[in-house]
């Protein structure tokens, strides 16, 4: 079992970057591929990216090519997702998961973190 805790969130001004934090316990995280994913207020949540267990390898989708950096230090347990030239419409609730089963299917997720950018 792991417990995933999201970090870092807050309220922005266009422009601005965030870095948010995913946190593990339970488990050794490095066992673990970890994606993130965002929920729009009214909209279906969406996947962002994901970071590889085995060879630290990143994969983003479109919006967040060279925007988004997701990177994790497996001595601390933590997954990071680095955001930079938010935008009003990265506003939503951040979740990050661990152990992919499937495509952008994962077993264990986060309680999310709300990012809000105002412009």
């Known amino acids: 079992q792991v417990q995933l805790v999201e970090s870092g969130g807050g309220l922005v001004q266009a422009g601005d970057s965030l870095r948010l934090s995913c946190a593990a316990s339970g488990r050794t995280f490095s066992d673990y591929s970890v994606g993130w994913f965002r929920q729009a207020p009214g909209k279906e949540r969406e996947f962002v990216g994901d970071i590889n267990r085995s060879d630290g390898a990143t994969y983003y989708v479109d919006f967040a090519k060279g925007r988004f950096a997701i990177s994790r230090d497996n001595a601390k347990n933590t997954v990071y997702l680095q955001m930079n030239s938010l935008k009003p419409e990265d506003t939503a609730v951040y979740y990050c998961?661990?152990?992919?089963?499937?495509?952008?299917?994962?077993?264990?997720w986060g309680q999310g973190t709300q990012v809000t950018v105002s412009s």
């Open positions: 998961a661990a152990d992919r089963t499937g495509l952008n299917t994962y077993r264990y």
